[in-house]
């Protein structure tokens, strides 16, 4: 089990989350622009797309100077005269309100001027002004100030109202936002579109603290009164007709204008401005004013006030410190998984309400909660291999005191066998006669070496038949087959070993023949219950079997010691062998024996040297 992160690595992560989310919450709170705003743009236009394009309320039409007017007039701009009899086409069709979104300066030539302005006259009009902004705006305030003012004509405007048609673009030249009110040099003056509202309801319109109210209707707004635009599709989308149809036909039936806000405007070809949006990249200016209007017509304009920010910012810093606990409580991948459900689900949660018309950040939890969560996830890996690299060495120095099937056991679950177990097991005792003789010539050093070959030997027979070595007695040794987890063929492998190590050490033997003349491998075996625990005291410990079986096992080598044999094993062990293995073991003797200690005797298989190679080869 990998170490969890330190108290004091987890509080400092947590600290500069905080203060990193925080910072990036109280930035988006104030409104002041930053990086984040270029990457929510992505996401916002996504939204708007995956929503699709939505139905313009019928009150507003848009009537254009397109290419078809250029033409016939076969001039551009049109004079103001023709301008009048357009206006006055448009009050023939019945239009209730009309809103010029075009720049009508004084000019030299003010002939037509008066006639303009009479047209006007005889129903509620907005015309469009235009501010030059301030290219650095102080933090404290988000409403634009204007330096200066290009305003109609005094005799074009003297019947009708005027507004500033200026428009907040993002970075990559989409229109964000619709200010409400701007700080002119003459003092607050109210938007072309919020204006043009207020004459199509006949109602006066006032400013509240998040929002603006027209009569008894309220609509929310962003900081300082921007009004964030919600668009519903491309150009012609808001229902359009040629001024030129309107001229030539008057008040038809195709011309459909009576009690509507008429918004007059240019698309022609190279004279009139456009604007790219998520649905078009060259959507005509006069319909981002007209998307203005009708998101106030039909209460659509995007909600990004105060509150949506505040539950932003909210988000920001959760999703930052739970994905910050998840690093520090889980492991890495389910880390990851859970910080990427929270992000997605925040990524739903904005979907579905812009749906519902509240523009929530998508970026600002992003960038909020990567850096820290990502950051954390490095010392975690860093951690972590430190911690396997020095899990690694000790698994390796365990595994030097204890058999490599115990020592892995013991590395992955400390708790092993703290608690004493019972469970069936095979239990093999070795003994190497002439062993004392031999290491009197030896000497210290020697016997050493011959001791370590010889354990090494016991050890590659044992593993290769799936047993332990639980413990090694000098020139004996205890194997356990079904230690730490018992398996059906334990008995079979444990008979198999008992014949391989006899075997395998006398070839070593051979090997050394000098030296060694005179030693022999005694082998004795009985399968039954043992209990597994720690024996020890509390700071030094081992692994072990107790019980009769062991006990069995262990006399059994005075057994093949009385009656000149290899290897002893018990009738039990041989029957729980042959139970598994299709060939029975040919068994050349059996005795009953007492085992001393115990009071029921015992049948016992013995085995000398030449039968102990036909049972192996057999097996």
């Given at each position: ?5 330190s ?19 109280f930035?988006h ?7 984040l ?9 996504l939204?708007?797309v ?5 139905s ?18 076969g ?12 206006i ?7 239009a209730?309100?009309?809103a ?22 005889n ?25 200066t ?9 003297r ?6 048609a ?9 229109p ?8 002119t ?29 027209i ?49 007059l ?31 106030l ?7 990004r ?8 910012g909210l ?19 389910q ?28 970026a ?9 969560v990502?950051g ?15 899990h ?26 703290l608690?004493?177990r019972?469970?069936?097991?095979a ?12 290491s ?13 070959e010889?354990h090494?030997?016991?050890v ?6 799936s ?6 007695m ?5 194997l ?10 334990d008995?079979?492998n444990a ?36 209990v ?10 081992q692994?072990?079997?107790?019980g ?28 729980a062998a ?8 040919t068994?050349?003797?059996?005795e009953t ?11 016992v ?15």
């Open positions: 089990m990998k170490p969890k992160l108290r004091w690595i987890l509080l400092t992560a947590l600290a500069a989350g905080l203060i990193w989310s925080g910072l990036l919450a930035i709170l104030t409104g002041s622009a930053s990086i705003d270029r990457f929510e743009t992505v996401f916002l236009d939204k708007i995956v929503a699709g394009e939505r313009p309320p019928s009150e507003v039409v848009i009537v254009a100077i397109d290419d078809q007017t250029v033409s016939r007039e001039q551009f701009p049109l004079p103001r005269n023709r301008l009048a009899d357009l006055g086409a448009i009050e023939t069709a019945g209730k309100a009309i010029i979104d075009i720049l009508l300066p004084t000019t030299s030539d003010s002939s037509h001027d008066t006639d303009l302005g009479e047209a006007l006259k129903f509620p009009s907005v015309i469009a002004a235009v501010g030059s902004l301030e290219d650095a705006l102080p933090l404290e305030s988000s409403v634009p100030v204007v330096e003012v290009m305003v109609p004509a005094a005799r074009v405007s019947f009708s109202e005027t507004g500033l200026n428009i907040v673009t993002d970075t990559g030249g989409t964000r936002h619709i200010p409400h009110l701007f700080l040099p003459e003092g607050l003056k109210p938007s072309f579109s919020l204006q043009a509202y207020s004459q199509f309801k006949g109602e006066p319109h006032t400013f509240a603290a998040n929002g603006v109210r009569g008894d209707q309220f609509r929310a707004t962003d900081l300082g009164w921007h009004m964030p635009l919600n668009y519903y599709g491309p150009a012609g989308t808001i229902p359009t007709l040629s001024a030129t149809v309107l001229m030539e036909n008057g008040s038809t039936p195709e011309v459909r204008l009576r009690d509507r806000l008429v918004v405007g240019v698309t022609a070809t190279a004279v009139g401005d456009r604007f790219s949006t998520p649905f078009d990249p060259v959507l005509p200016g006069v319909e981002i004013q007209a998307t203005g209007l009708a998101n017509l039909d209460q659509s304009a995007l909600i006030g105060p509150e949506t920010r505040s539950l932003d988000a920001a810093v959760s999703i930052t410190l739970l994905g910050l606990l998840a690093v520090a409580y889980f492991s890495l991948a880390a990851s998984f859970i910080y990427l459900v929270l992000l997605t689900v925040w990524l739903v949660f904005t979907a579905a309400a812009f749906t519902h018309g509240h523009w929530l950040n998508s600002l939890p992003l960038a909020a909660s990567l850096p820290p990502a954390l996830i490095f010392v975690r890996q860093i951690l972590d291999r430190r911690w396997a690299r020095q690694q060495i000790a698994k390796q120095e365990l595994a030097r005191f204890h058999a490599p099937k115990l020592a892995e056991r013991i590395a992955g679950d400390p708790a092993f066998l608690k004493p019972e469970q069936m097991v239990v093999l005792f070795i003994d190497l006669s002439g062993y004392t003789g031999l009197e010539q030896l000497g210290p050093a020697a016997t050493r070496d011959f001791l370590k010889f090494t030997v016991v590659n027979v044992a593993s290769a038949n047993g332990v070595v639980l413990d090694f000098g020139d004996g040794a205890m356990g087959f079904g230690i730490p987890d018992p398996a059906s063929s008995p079979l008979c198999r070993c008992a014949f391989q190590l006899v075997e395998q050490v006398h070839d070593w033997l051979a090997f050394k023949s000098s030296m060694s003349k005179g030693c022999r491998l005694r082998v004795g075996g009985h399968v039954g219950q043992a597994l625990s720690r024996l020890g005291h509390e700071q030094q410990q692994i072990t079997a107790t009769d079986c062991v006990n069995v096992a262990s006399r059994l080598l005075e057994v093949a010691k009385h009656h000149g044999a290899l290897v002893a094993l018990s009738s039990d062990l041989i029957a042959e139970n598994i293995s299709p060939k029975s073991l068994v050349p003797r059996r024996e007492d085992i001393r200690g115990r009071q029921k005797s015992l049948n298989g013995l085995w000398k040297s030449h039968e102990v190679l036909l049972s192996s080869k057999r097996l």
